[in-house]
């Protein structure tokens, strides 16, 4: 059926993961370039390779991970959650507590990656079953403060607990991304440290993102696939209508506490992932504002699509980088004299009693930087679902629309 | 954040009961106008207002800075006692508030109208982003540092004119801006009760109800919810102005936006879509807070610190197990 990509001529081929050849080939083709990066094989690319920009790369792939996670509860099974900055907390605290070093009034007890990492998971999923019951009941709205009551609680929590979280505002040592049997000196496989691997030298940070990426594609591929399983469409069908699909035999409650269970599972291992990267990590980190930054991500980039997702975690988490770039470009401007300079002065403060917007400074006339891209960030939030309810993906699905009928509009 | 100037030496048990439950109820008088405000806008416009701390923190912004820069209170009534001088400058300043939430809705929830209601609840986690960060660059680090104020000893950041003085009745103090706080809540609550029998308070009542019908009888439907989110707003200015003065607080700073987030168990303690059940909700929970902060006070090793701020959460959860729409909300019915 060459030429007629919307024809499926097979119930398998409609709900096949990749439907037509084109997106095989561009999926397969995304995968090649980004394992390339840390090797600067692209001409284009090359910058991506220094460890500035790998830290930003691999968190982008673990925020992937917990978005496509609150992604499956808020796209697919349509229940507003704000709570999933507590289960990311939850799963860190789980691995810190399985995989970190006891020292002083701290526990821990240093088991290597594979129990920790998919237990940080699994301790999210089981305190998301465990708090189901009362987020069962309520609906909508009233279900978005329950969890952002749930955010405020865990906060506390975390903040007392501290032979767990480690003292207030500094946290704990998470482990590092080590792969080992058991508790063996030198580690199987090291992640954490500059190293080469296969007679290539490599960053760790190249390191880690082979891992997270890795892992992200692993995620995706079950995020992706669980839509078309028995449950995945039991949860569709609550989003739809929740009346209408407990008629139809799917049962409400336990539907309901499976998409709790399993969005806290992903954000659980986002979680451990994000922690173990940074570190070291505040127990302040697990806030509402982290939260939000998920809920931005599911809405920035496409609710309920899994590539607008992945397409909004970059967004989202590269946005600061961006904004400080074009921050230092429009001083720049501003300094010159080109015929840019006027718009790019209005923007910028060059001194302390010089009217700008944004001063590069620490103190001084409007925002700093750090200001600007919280500015920046709630605006887009607002303008996106304004002008553009679908995110990211809405995008693409109109340009791809566009060229489709070209050049005829429709 | 809180911090107690009560005299409590030599107070006894009874006495203490009586001076907390005072803070409690001018703590749940914050609260209720907060939620107030919440369930106003909800009810006109079925949008829950995420915004709602940005804009408690920026109207005691705009009330401090009408108050003490411009002292617009001083050049009116210059003769008149300083408490007037205070109501007429904040009276601006709510009013200014209340056109920020009026610039809000025509911006960026009129063209969201008919739109699934978590978008919107979404669009103003945003907007509160924004307004808080652009707020606090305005009020700058610590207790009003933009406005030139650092005499907490008056504690006077605000403007307010009450001071740190106290009521002092043989063992039980009550500040007068406690008492003030009360006072004024309960005003605003009776005027809005007021309001709702005007002719614009019934238009709004029928807005609510049926936004279709009430289209049919002439009653603009965007004016309508112009004005509840302008009343939404000034209840917000109100609150986080009374929760800025002394002995609560120094001024506004950049954790007066994050009261309003405790006033979320209040609205949904009584019910999303009841007035009543946010004035019970809110002094609900501010006696909840105040009395579990001073009890529990020696149990901080098992509860930890500060345990009193995330009572109101676990009230609400309490609540939503035995009754999943408030105390007084309406239940949704669902027939299969």
């Known amino acids: 059926m060459r030429g007629r990509p919307l024809l499926y001529t097979q119930y398998e081929d409609e709900q096949a993961l990749l439907p037509s050849m084109t997106r095989k080939v561009m999926v397969a083709v995304l995968f090649a370039v980004a394992l390339t990066i840390p090797f600067q094989l692209i001409p284009g690319l090359d910058f991506l390779a220094s460890s500035g920009w790998l830290i930003l790369l691999n968190r982008a792939l673990i925020f992937a991970i917990g978005a ?96 767990l979280a480690g003292p207030a505002e500094l946290g704990r040592v998470w482990p590092a991304l080590e792969f080992r049997f058991w508790k063996e000196e030198t580690a199987l496989i090291d992640f954490d440290s500059d190293g ?71 954000a659980g291992i986002a979680g451990a992932l994000l922690a173990s990267v940074v570190g070291r990590l505040p127990p302040e980190q697990w806030s509402l504002f982290l939260s939000v930054q998920f809920v931005a991500i599911v809405l920035i980039g496409g609710a309920g699509t899994v590539a607008g997702v992945l397409l909004g975690s970059f967004f989202v988490v590269l946005l600061p980088r961006l904004v400080e770039n074009l921050s230092g470009v429009l001083a720049h401007s501003a300094e010159g004299d080109g015929w840019f ?20 400074g620490a103190d001084g006339p409007g925002l700093t930087t750090d200001q600007l891209n919280a500015v920046l960030y709630g605006l887009l939030i607002a303008l996106f679902l304004i002008f553009e309810p679908l995110g990211l993906f809405g995008i693409w699905i109109r340009i791809r629309n566009y060229w489709k009928g070209w050049p005829f509009t429709y | 954040m809180d911090m107690m100037f009560l005299a409590q030496v030599g107070s006894t048990s009874t006495e203490i ?91 960026f929830i009129r063209p969201m109208i008919g739109q699934p209601i978590f978008s ?84 709004m009542r029928a807005t609510a109800f049926d936004q279709e019908a009430a289209m049919a009888q002439g009653i603009s439907a965007g004016r309508i919810f112009a004005l509840a989110w302008g009343i939404g707003a000034a209840l917000a200015a109100i609150g986080g102005a009374f929760a800025a003065i002394p002995p609560r607080n120094f001024g506004v700073n950049n954790f007066t936006a994050f009261i309003a987030l405790r006033a979320f168990p209040a609205i949904i303690l009584g019910g999303l879509d009841s007035i009543i059940g946010a004035v019970v909700g809110g002094f609900a929970i501010g006696l909840a807070e105040v009395l579990t902060g001073h009890y529990l006070a020696s149990f901080t090793d098992t509860i930890g610190i500060g345990f009193n701020t995330i009572v109101p959460y676990l009230l609400m959860l309490l609540v939503l197990v035995v009754k999943p729409y408030g105390l007084f909300g309406t239940p949704e019915i669902r027939r299969v």
Do not use: C
């Open chain 1, 196 to 266: 080469v691997w296969f007679g290539i030298e490599l960053l760790k940070e190249a390191k880690i993102f082979f891992l997270m990426l890795v892992l992200a594609a692993l995620f995706t591929v079950l995020a992706k696939n669980l839509a078309r399983t028995r449950i995945g469409r039991s949860f569709a069908a609550i989003r739809d209508r929740d009346i209408a699909a407990e008629v139809m035999g799917v049962a409400d409650a336990k539907a309901k506490t499976q998409a709790f269970a399993i969005s806290s599972f992903y």
């Open chain 1, 341 to 360: 300079q006027p718009i790019a002065d209005f923007f910028v403060a060059r001194s302390t009693d010089d009217f700008g917007l944004v001063f590069l």
């Open chain 2, 120 to 203: 919107i609840a979404m669009i103003t986690i945003g907007l509160d982003i924004m307004l808080r960060t652009i707020g606090n660059d305005f009020i700058g680090q610590g207790a009003n540092r933009s406005l030139g104020q650092t005499s907490l000893a008056t504690g006077d950041t605000i403007g307010a004119p009450w001071g740190l003085t106290n009521f002092d009745l043989g063992g039980i103090t009550i500040p007068h801006s406690y008492l003030a706080t009360i006072v004024v809540a309960v005003f605003a609550m009776v005027g809005l009760a007021l309001f709702f029998r005007s002719r614009t308070g019934i238009a």
């Open chain 2, 17 to 107: 009961l009586i001076s907390k439950i005072v803070d409690g109820l001018a703590l749940g008088a914050v609260y209720a106008l907060l939620a107030l405000g919440f369930v106003i806008i909800y009810k006109a416009t079925q949008v829950l207002s995420f915004a709602h701390g940005a804009l408690s923190a920026v109207g005691a912004y705009l009330v401090s800075y009408f108050a003490v820069v411009w002292n617009i209170g001083g050049r009116v009534a210059g003769g008149a006692p300083q408490t007037i001088q205070f109501f007429i400058s904040a009276i601006v300043g709510i009013a200014a508030a209340a056109v920020v939430g009026i610039v809000i809705e025509r911006l």
């Open chain 1, 68 to 163: 496509l996670g609150l992604n499956i509860l808020v796209g697919l099974a349509g229940q507003v959650s704000l709570g999933h900055a507590f289960f990311m907390g939850v799963g860190a605290y789980a691995a810190v507590y399985l995989g970190g070093e006891a020292s002083g009034s701290q526990i821990g007890l240093g088991l290597p990656i594979w129990i920790w990492l998919p237990a940080a998971g699994i301790a999210a999923a089981l305190v998301g079953i465990i708090v189901a019951p009362t987020s069962v009941r309520v609906r909508g709205l009233y279900l978005a403060i329950v969890t952002l009551g749930l955010v405020f609680i865990g906060e506390h929590i975390f903040r007392n607990w501290s032979s």
